[in-house]
T-cell receptor, first 117, second 116 residues
């Protein structure tokens, strides 16, 4: 399977702990996106990378959140000092850089479900 | 800021019948993309259909078609010959046109149940 993969699929942590999620995009995709989805809501954009450069960050991405994509391949999303409000599904997606010839379709991973107790 | 509104939290349809899911959006941009994504229970999100705003012709993909009304900022999804496997959350999404813009803006979703 060469789709987008995420690890872990589920994470339960206590309030105040740090957590880190990993996303492996489709290998030829140079764009990688992070979204957060809470129950009953659509995904909300957090940040995205083009290769290793972080090009855009949402206001939702507080100082406790940091994302990296050091070699332009996999990405990590770290949440420091977790709060109960951080409980959500964290989705990763990847795409090619869109051009007139290349579609901007984003391919999503299965997500990491975070529960903060 | 762009917004996407899906006014139908839940819908149901009998197998083999047709159902239409509604979506409206708000933007001041002239060039953009619109998408419908499907999220089956406990499975990952997949693209159903996309529409470029500069194209007047409505997109179709097999049993799925859209009714794109640019002036009304409306983008509905029609599913014909509904199948049990169509049961899922359906999200309407907006994306600005342009190389530096990348993120999707999603609506809250419509939960579709296809009944046998």
């Amino acid at each position: 399977d060469t789709g987008v993969s995420q690890d872990p699929r589920h994470k339960i942590t206590k309030r105040g702990q740090n957590v880190t999620f990993r996303c492996d995009p489709i290998s030829e995709h140079n764009r990688l996106y992070w979204y957060r989805q809470t129950l009953g809501q659509g995904p909300e954009f957090l940040t995205y990378f083009q290769n290793e450069a972080q090009l855009e960050k949402s206001r939702l991405l507080s100082d406790r959140f940091s994302a990296e994509r050091p070699k332009g391949s996999f990405s990590t999303l770290e949440i420091q000092r977790t709060e109960q409000g951080d409980s959500a599904m964290y989705l990763c997606a990847s795409s090619l850089r869109p051009t007139v010839q290349v579609s901007n379709e984003q391919f999503f991973g299965p997500g990491t479900r975070l529960t903060v107790l | 800021a762009q917004t996407v509104t899906q006014s139908q939290p839940e819908m149901s349809v009998q197998e083999a019948e047709t159902v239409t899911l509604s979506c409206t959006y708000d933007t001041s941009e002239n060039n953009y993309y619109l998408f419908w994504y499907k999220q089956p229970p406990s499975r990952q999100m997949i693209l159903v259909i996309r529409q470029e705003a500069y194209k007047q012709q409505n997109a179709t993909e097999n049993r799925f078609s859209v009714n794109f009304q640019k002036a009304a900022k409306s983008f509905s999804l029609k599913i014909s010959d509904s199948q049990l496997g169509d049961t899922a959350m359906y999200f309407c999404a907006f994306m600005n046109y342009g190389g530096s813009q990348g993120n999707l803006i999603f609506g809250k979703g419509t939960k579709l149940s296809v009944k046998p």
